[in-house]
DNA sequence: CTCCAGGTAA
DNA sequence: TTACCTGGAG
């Protein structure tokens, strides 16, 4: 790691926000200063790109125009909102947290990075975030944009994947960033990440930071940052029932903890749970029979199964890798007291907050 | 298809 | 440390 003179730090500080202030984006969540703007922006742009957040942004305001509306909305509503954006526990988590600041804070929010990181879903990035862009405090932001551009223009080479280094990150942008402009530095590093500091194709020949840009100089920029790599997902084999029990779908809600929590799939089953000998070596007959079977043993229902001949559906997540074979089926009118859904005409299937691995389900089942 | 990026909670 | 989700690049 190299170290910067208070006169570079002068330098870089000047040269960054000049070109933000030239070049910053212009987006929705920076027409003000508001904290819950900034929250629901940092939130959504924790896990997907700009250009994907703004439209859900956009809707969220909408709908929740305030902490006390959101504090106020229905779970289903909540989880429509944010339907497609993944990671669905944050979006509970913002209404907790809103729930807090009605309670603990009579609506006002906390002002300090300390204090927000004491708030529901609110970890060191956002609360910098929040409290640097919101509320002028000088604290650093670090997100992945932070961890690559200053692991670039420092040669920092400890491993972004351990928790510690996180420390190492903010002790070194605390020294760096702007006192006067804290919002705008850490929203520039944002911008210069995801622009000429990318992390596979950088343009920093381009960039208004180049000179910089030791590890530029040095020709090793990809070389950074250093990060370990993770495990493999999992394979996990899963059979899909598309049943219909007098012409309405049937829909399971996921439970409320774990995987794709509250959220509504058609029934999904995994192979190993089924009654079958060996569910590596299962023929599609054998399948059949044993959604069936089990459709009765656990559910008390009687359903014709059939497979579909497409191919399976694949999804993966951090840790698993779904396989998933597709079987329609038809249920004997009964009731569901054993089963965890309802039936739904389509008309009401679209209002279900589905995630994305249903959303390809669905186009799999209609391309047949 | 594979690989990888990205914050917080538990 | 591991679970949680989707999208983009190759």
Redesign the pocket.
């Known amino acids: 790691m190299i170290e910067w003179s208070s006169a570079t730090i002068k330098d870089f500080q000047t040269t960054l926000l000049t070109w933000y202030d030239e070049h910053g984006r212009d987006l929705p969540w920076r027409q003000d200063q508001e904290p819950y703007h900034i929250w629901v922006s940092e939130i959504m ?5 700009v ?2 957040v703004i439209p859900y942004y956009e809707r969220f305001m909408d709908w929740f125009p305030t902490v006390a509306a959101l504090a106020e909305a229905p779970e289903e509503r909540l989880l429509k909102a944010w339907e ?6 944050r979006v509970r ?1 913002m209404q907790r947290c809103a729930r807090q600041i009605m309670a603990d804070y009579d609506g006002q929010w906390p002002t300090t990075a300390a204090a927000l990181s004491e708030l ?8 910098g975030a929040i409290a640097s862009i919101a509320f002028n405090e000088p604290v650093p932001a670090v ?3 932070a ?2 551009v200053f692991s670039r223009l420092l040669e920092i080479d400890d491993d972004i994947a ?2 510690q280094t996180r420390q190492v990150f903010e002790d070194v942008i605390s020294k760096i960033i702007s006192p006067t402009r804290p919002g705008d530095f850490n929203q520039a590093i944002m911008d210069l ?1 995801s622009s000429y500091m990318t ?3 950088p343009d920093s020949e381009h960039s208004p930071v180049k000179r910089f840009n030791q590890a530029y100089l040095d020709g090793k920029e990809l070389d950074y940052p250093v ?1 370990t ?1 993770k495990p ?1 997902p999992k394979p996990v084999a899963y059979v899909a029932v598309l049943a219909k029990m007098a012409d309405q779908w049937l829909m399971t809600q996921r439970p409320s903890t ?4 509250n959220l509504w799939t058609v029934p999904l089953l995994r192979l190993e749970d089924l009654p079958l000998e060996d569910w590596t070596i299962a023929t599609p007959l054998e399948i059949e029979a044993a959604v069936s079977a089990y459709f009765k043993q656990e559910y008390q229902l009687e359903l014709t199964a059939a497979s579909l001949p497409v191919r399976p559906v ?7 890798k779904w396989t998933i074979q597709l079987l329609q089926g038809t249920l004997e009118p009964g009731d569901l007291a054993f089963f965890a859904g309802k039936t739904v005409t389509d008309t009401e299937l679209a209002t279900l907050p589905q ?3 249903q959303a390809k389900i669905w186009d799999r089942y209609h391309a047949r």
């Open positions: 742009l924790q896990q997907t790109q250009q994907t497609g954006l993944g990671y669905y526990s988590n529901v879903g609110i970890g060191p990035y956002t609360a997100d992945g944009n961890y690559r351990k928790p990440g992390a596979r194709q990060k790599k493999r774990g995987m794709l929590a694949t999804h993966t997540f951090t840790h698993q995630p994305k691995v």
